[in-house]
């Protein structure tokens, strides 16, 4: 694993998976902020890899994506992708050939990502722009993207879910809205609330 993932993963571990921690403001920083969820999926794509005897790349990491039942699923879901089909569809490719991008890769990219929205996280949302975001050839990328979720997409999905969590939180309660959406939203809530916490008390 890069250095990336090896410091996101030791540092999920070492606070014992109760919180995130607060970036400086730097990608080496940022880092060390991915969500419990995003660093479950991290984990659980190379558990899979390994169950296989291979290294973990884009295959591994979508199923886990999926898995988690995160943003990612609820924008690959609202575009009326079904998750698990961008799964099936995949592996049936992995197995005909193709360049599947290596996790660490991912990773470093989703900093990236969470960076240039200006998150203080890295979360499952990031980790499927960072796929979307992969050159053109890149198995699982093309295959979001013949799927019709271009990075484009996925980005104006990301910020639409954001978005809408946000006028919910300041204008409305969530009663009445489906329960993935609730779930993904309580989600997105509980993360903030941690940020905002740790910012008051610092």
């Known amino acids: ?19 995130l921690a607060m970036p400086q403001g730097t ?40 898995e ?16 698990e089909d961008v799964v099936d569809e995949l592996r049936g490719r992995a197995k005909d050939g193709g360049r599947a991008e290596p996790l660490e890769q991912v990773a470093e990219r989703a900093v990236e990502q969470a960076r240039g929205l200006g998150h203080t996280y890295v979360g499952t949302e990031h980790l499927l722009l960072a796929i979307t975001a992969g050159s053109r050839s890149e198995l699982a990328a093309k295959t979001l993207r013949d799927m019709g979720m271009t990075h484009e997409r996925a980005f104006q999905g990301v910020v639409t879910a954001l978005s809408a969590y946000e006028y919910a939180r300041e204008t409305l309660t969530f009663s009445g809205i489906s329960a993935p959406i609730r779930a993904a939203l309580e989600d997105i809530r509980s993360r903030l609330a941690r940020l905002e916490d740790r910012v008051t008390g610092s």
């Open 27 to 66: 990608t080496d920083d940022l880092s060390r902020s991915f969500t419990q969820r995003a660093y479950g999926v991290l984990k659980n794509a190379e558990k899979a890899a390994e169950r296989a005897g291979d290294k973990p790349t884009t295959v591994e990491l979508m199923a886990a994506l999926v």
């Open 1 to 19: 694993m890069s250095a990336v993932c090896q410091q996101a993963l030791a540092d999920a571990v070492a606070r014992n998976q109760t919180g």
């Open 68 to 83: 988690s039942n995160g943003l990612a699923v609820t924008v690959l879901s609202a575009a009326d992708i079904d998750p």
